[in-house]
């Protein structure tokens, strides 16, 4: 199934030549800049390749993959990169998508001592604990595990919109929009959680509400 460490070389210089083949001048337009109309905040699971799932070319989508599609908000990665792409790239949409079968999410399910992963893992742990009452009442664990993966994407839109970034943005622009994706690796479709931006800003504003005047 993995192509060994030579082949990718000979698939790069194929895709160069299809790509080129379609539109010859793809890749000087690709180095002239980026307007990319969407963020993608992921998973890192090699099963879940950003461009691929939402049929999207280079250029097309701001990408930012994590161990469990995490917004944390000391994590100077991704608040980089959310500044950046909603301040200076002006993204439309910002997307946080999960997976089922996710194994960060899984790990936090279970008690083991997991190394540096601990404090990664624990910003899962305390999206249970908010959920704890939800969580506990499903019997089943397959179910469980899957509603968590669902309301560790929920979390993660609302610390996205707990950003100053994309609250003045938003006030000034009306967009970016913040929305929550889970996919599903058995059927290779996306489902979207129909997060409601509005309404989520609204409620989180009453305390964390980072636009002066606003
Ligand atoms: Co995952």
Redesign the pocket.
């Known amino acids: 199934m993995a192509a060994s460490y030579e082949q990718v070389f000979e698939n790069n210089k194929q895709w160069v030549e299809e790509m080129k083949g379609s539109d010859a001048d793809f890749f000087d337009k690709l180095a002239e800049g980026q307007q990319p109309d969407y963020l993608y905040i992921g998973?890192?699971?090699s099963r879940v390749p950003a461009n691929q799932v939402m049929g999207l070319e280079p250029g097309d989508v701001f990408v930012h993959r994590n161990?469990?599609?995490m917004v944390v908000n000391t994590d100077l990665n991704v608040m980089s990169v959310i500044n950046y792409s909603v301040v200076h790239l002006k993204v439309k949409h910002i997307i946080v998508c999960g997976?089922y079968n996710?194994?960060?999410?899984k790990a936090a399910m279970t008690s083991q001592d997991l190394g540096i992963l601990n404090p990664w893992l624990r910003n899962i742990r305390d999206v249970y604990r908010m959920h704890r009452d939800e969580l506990d009442s499903i019997a089943n664990e397959h179910d469980r595990y899957n509603r968590l993966v669902e309301l560790n994407v929920q979390e993660q839109c609302i610390n996205v919109i707990k950003t100053a970034e994309v609250q003045q943005q938003y006030a000034a622009n009306n967009f970016p929009v913040v929305h929550g994706w889970v996919f599903d690796l058995k059927t290779g479709l996306l489902k979207d959680l129909n997060v409601d931006f509005e309404e989520t800003l609204n409620n989180i504003k009453e305390i964390y509400d980072i636009t002066p005047n606003g």
């Open positions: 998973c890192s699971d161990v469990a599609n997976h996710c194994g960060g999410v």
